[in-house]
């Protein structure tokens, strides 16, 4: 049997807002120790790009074998077309992409236990307190997304009793309007963003615009938290299989990326 290398693990995120904000190169660096293979970074919407990170990677010989993650809290249109298409224009159709944070296995249990020990830590009661989920959001969106619907219902089951609420930093219903969104006295606010960049840092502060005597919690980014990148290394590690010291990729249907690639010129 051909000896393969680990593949190669690549973060990619929507953009890099700069002074702290480069979230998936954190990810990067936060996970290669524990991977023991190629890791690599880039963004869809500014440097370095997720297309001149493939072209380095192909020219260096470590893309034959890649493992995408995005660092995105839905699977809208740069998770489901535009990286998918770029992969494809490289060349790179063994190219595995996995679930966005949003999808992980585990994401939902690890946001419920975040929200619970905030309520413990602050002494609230769940019946009190709204938990805002914040998204990026777009500027087009009227009405919340989907995704985001269904996420705030999955995790109000787990913590039940706290009221979900839905506030986008772009669009509507917009996070400016926390205080009609929510009904409780008592606000938990749930960035749903990749990193601490601009709108981590000063948009979101702004929009809550806290004012003295209300009772309100910002918990960090989720893209910031320490448990994420064991649930994306545990999702990754699902697309290899070990046999004693050989490691084969398994491409995007479950076989191993050898036998697609023979099947294929055959």
């Known amino acids: 049997m051909t000896k393969f290398e680990m593949p190669t693990l690549m973060m990619v995120s929507h953009g890099n807002s700069g002074n702290g904000g480069d979230p998936a ?18 963004y869809m919407r500014s440097k370095p790009s997720f297309s001149s990170q493939l072209d380095d990677l192909k020219n260096a010989g470590d893309a034959t074998r ?3 993650f995005p660092l995105f809290f839905s699977e809208g249109y740069l998770v ?4 998918p298409s770029d992969l494809d224009r490289a060349g790179l159709h063994d190219a595995v992409v996995l679930p966005p944070a949003l999808n992980l ?6 946001v419920a236990r975040h929200v619970r020990a905030a309520m413990a830590r602050k002494g609230w ?6 938990v805002f989920l914040v998204p990026h959001g777009l500027k087009t969106l009227t009405e919340p997304l989907p995704e985001t619907i269904q996420f705030g219902q999955r995790l109000g089951h787990i913590c039940g009793g706290a009221e979900m609420c ?9 996070l400016t309007d926390w205080r009609d969104i929510g009904s409780r006295k008592n606000a938990l606010i749930l960035p749903m963003l990749a990193g601490g960049g601009m709108h981590a840092r000063e948009d979101l502060p702004e929009m809550i615009d806290a004012k003295n005597g209300e009772e309100i919690e910002i918990l960090p980014p989720i893209g910031q938290w ?14 290899v299989v070990r046999f004693g010291g050989q490691a084969v990729p398994l ?3 479950g076989h191993d990326i050898l036998s697609e690639q023979v099947a294929r010129s055959a």
């Open 105 to 110: 296995p585990g994401f939902d249990e690890m």
């Open 125 to 130: 009661k769940a019946d009190e307190t709204s």
């Open 226 to 239: 320490a448990e994420l990148p064991d649930l994306i290394l545990a999702e990754a590690e699902r697309h």
């Open 25 to 42: 190169g954190d990810l990067a660096r936060i996970v290669a120790p524990d991977w023991n293979g190629v890791v690599s970074h880039g």
């Open 80 to 83: 489901s077309e535009e990286l």
């Open 66 to 68: 890649l493992i995408v």
């Open 251 to 253: 491409g995007p249907t």
């Open 166 to 174: 839905i506030g986008n930093i772009e669009g509507k219903p917009s």
